[in-house]
C-alpha cells in the first residue's frame, strides 16, 4: 500500500546550523508534497511545497528538493532559530484522491 | 475568513460509550479530509470526502468508525463503543478539492477514552 517514511525521528541542531529532513514514498502517481509544521498542541501548518513537475523550491530559509526517480523528497531549513522547534510532518498526495500519506514526523530540537 | 473549526476541543468518555465529532470546514471548499494522530505519532487518514460522498474511505480502522457529510459542509465523525486505543487526536482539514492541494487543519479533538 502507500507509504512515506520520515528520517529522522528527532533532529538536535545548534542555532544557526541547517537541518535536513528525508522523506521517501511508496506510490509512483503521487504528485504533491508538502511539509507541515507543527507546534506543541497545536495544528499542523503548511510550510513549503513541491508539485512533481518541479524539482527544487525555496521560500527564505526553507526548502524542498524532490527527485522523483528516487522517489525521494526533503526539506532543508537553513540558520536555525529557536522558533523552528517543532514537529515536521512531510506527505504525499495519495492518487487520484488527493488524501495525504503522512510520514511519521520529526522532532526538531534548535539549541540557543 | 474563518478557518476550519472543531467541536469539541476535548472529549472524555467511558469506555464502550458512543461519540460524535463535528468539524466545519472553510466556507466553500468542496473537499473535508478525516486524520487521526495518536499521542506522538503522526497523522493517519481515515476518510475522504467529496462534497457529501466519500470515495475514499479506506483508513476507517473498524465498522465503529464511521462519517457523514450533510449540505456539502459540516461532517460528523462517529465512534461507538468506544475503546482506549480510540484516545487520540481527531484532525479535520479542509480544501477546494479536485484542482487545489493544499490542505488546511482545524485544531482537532482530543479523545480520550478511559
Known amino acids: 500500500g502507500e507509504n512515506v517514511e520520515q528520517h529522522p525521528s528527532t533532529l538536535s541542531v545548534q542555532e544557526g546550523d541547517s537541518a535536513v529532513i528525508k522523506c521517501t514514498y511508496s506510490?509512483?502517481?503521487?504528485?504533491?508534497f508538502p511539509w507541515y509544521k507543527q507546534e506543541l498542541g497545536k495544528r499542523p501548518q503548511l510550510i513549503i511545497d513541491i508539485r512533481s513537475n518541479v524539482g527544487e523550491k525555496k521560500d527564505q530559509r526553507i526548502a524542498v528538493t524532490l527527485n522523483k526517480t528516487a522517489k525521494h523528497f526533503s526539506l532543508h531549513i537553513t540558520e536555525t532559530q529557536p522558533e523552528d522547534s517543532a514537529v515536521y510532518f512531510c506527505?504525499?498526495?495519495?492518487?487520484?484522491?488527493?488524501?495525504?500519506?503522512f510520514g511519521t514526523g520529526t522532532r526538531l530540537k534548535v539549541l540557543a | 475568513g474563518a478557518g476550519v473549526s472543531q467541536s469539541p476541543s476535548n472529549k472524555v468518555t467511558e469506555k464502550g460509550k458512543d461519540v460524535e465529532l463535528r468539524c466545519d470546514p472553510i466556507?466553500?471548499?468542496?473537499?473535508l479530509y478525516w486524520y487521526r494522530q495518536s499521542l506522538g505519532q503522526g497523522l493517519e487518514f481515515l476518510i475522504y470526502?467529496?462534497?457529501?460522498?466519500?470515495?475514499?474511505k479506506s483508513g476507517l480502522p473498524s465498522d465503529r468508525f464511521s462519517a457523514e457529510r450533510t449540505g456539502g459542509s459540516v461532517s460528523t465523525l462517529t465512534i461507538q463503543r468506544t475503546q482506549q486505543e480510540d484516545s487520540a487526536v481527531y484532525l479535520c482539514a479542509s480544501n477546494r478539492g479536485l484542482a487545489s492541494y493544499e490542505q488546511y487543519f482545524g485544531p482537532g479533538t482530543r479523545l480520550t477514552v478511559t
Open positions: 466556507s466553500g471548499h468542496t473537499a
Open positions: 470526502f467529496q462534497g457529501n460522498s466519500a470515495p475514499d
Open positions: 506527505a504525499a498526495s495519495g492518487s487520484g484522491t488527493y488524501k495525504y500519506i
Open positions: 506510490d509512483s502517481a503521487s504528485n504533491y
